[in-house]
């Protein structure tokens, strides 16, 4: 199977991830991109993408680049966010990368951009240190 149709069918058993609209685009070992639309629920009070769903989005676009040299059995052990502007647009486009494979950890790095009528711009970054689990 390839990285592609493996994280595509990760992904629709994520209740989480369905309700957000989040739709795996591109994977391929050690890199994966993943968007969301906008929509209203996923907003917070100004009207920008609530910062939740930035980490939400780091947080899956990381684990699935990681899945993709390690396998699906992950946890995040850690992961950080910098929200560099307000993230608002019509669609949210993450790109992760595998930073440093491990047998036992994995480290990865993704940036986060907004998509409008001007083209995309860099929102939030983050990294994440994911733990490959044993026996799962």
Known sequence: MS????LKK???MAEFNR??????TVAEPGFVEIQMPWRAEVGQYSGYLHAGLIGTLIDTACGFAAGTVAGPNLLAANFSVNCLRPAVGQKFIARARVVKPGKAQVFTSC???TVDSEGEKLVANGQTLLTVVQGA
Not at 3 to 6: A, I, N, V
Not at 19 to 24: A, L, N, P, Y
Request: proline share 6%.
């Open 3 to 6: 990285p592609l149709d493996m």
């Open 10 to 12: 990760i992904n629709a």
């Open 19 to 24: 309700w957000c609209g989040i739709e795996v």
């Open 111 to 113: 940036d986060l951009f």
